[in-house]
């Protein structure tokens, strides 16, 4: 049999142990329910699954209701160059609206979401292609013409259509007739070339226009732009003495 004392000491151990325990889940109570402070944070509320380490300040899942949790910075503004981007982030890059109008006209003015600037782009585009294929149908017709009458084969006569009301072929100038048709296929071919030519001149034209909207689509135009006229006295200075005296205007732009 165990003598008192022995049983004393195990009572006392026991005793001991139990308190440690309980004193230790008081704790850990008390620290999950002190919100953790951090210097030079925000503090904002959370609900329902966010709790925090005591020792390191760490966020961590837990089952509380709401606590304080850190939010460092601020938040920041978020931006996308993307094509079909939401318009209240979106900020066209230069550079791709550049590559768009490149591939195919207008596409850099989709891109910098510029639509009214379509049908006029396309207007014109359609002009000018009525153009270039109007003058060089005319070309073609009084070149066929011209080759006709320089090659000497009676088979080929094109050019008796184009003779003027009432002439016949076998008395009409013949001279004067190749001077007429050379001088039409040539005017022909001037406005069919220049009408090229702006067409090309229309495409570099709306690539640089891609490339200048997106450059400033987020240009803020001040509201005190103006300008103001004031006269002055413009005095010529000799020496120690003052000179003539000259009135003028000036002008100061403000922006």
Request: glycine share 6%.
């Amino acid at each position: 049999m165990m003598n008192v004392p022995g049983i004393i000491i195990c009572l006392l151990i026991l005793f001991s142990t139990v308190n440690a325990q309980a004193q230790i889940q008081s704790l850990q109570q008390l620290q999950d329910s002190i919100p953790v402070l951090v210097e030079d944070s925000t503090l904002l509320q959370a609900t329902d699954s966010v709790s925090i380490n005591a020792k390191d300040s760490k966020q961590e899942t837990g089952k509380q209701d709401s606590v304080l949790t850190k939010k460092d910075k601020l938040p920041v503004e978020i931006t996308s160059d993307k094509f079909f981007a939401p318009s209240y982030m979106f900020s066209p890059s230069p550079r791709k609206a550049v590559i768009y109008s490149a591939l195919f006209p207008g596409l850099g003015q989709i891109y910098n979401r510029k639509y009214w600037k379509l049908p006029i782009l396309y207007g014109g585009v359609a002009g000018l292609t009525y153009a270039i294929t109007w003058n060089n149908g005319y070309y073609q017709y009084y070149l066929g013409g011209y080759k006709d009458i320089m090659d000497d084969d009676p088979a080929t006569n094109r050019w008796h259509s184009m003779l003027p009301y009432g002439q016949d072929p076998e008395t009409a100038n013949i001279q004067q007739i190749t001077s007429v048709l050379q001088r039409q296929k040539d005017r022909y071919r001037y406005y069919r070339d220049l009408s090229i030519i702006i067409t090309f001149g229309v495409y570099l034209i709306t690539i640089i226009d891609a490339y200048v909207d997106a450059q400033l689509f987020d240009f803020n135009m001040s509201p005190d732009l103006s300008m103001r006229m004031t006269p002055v006295i413009i005095r010529e200075e000799r020496g120690n003495k003052l000179g003539s005296s000259s009135y003028g205007l000036q002008w100061s732009f403000n922006f």
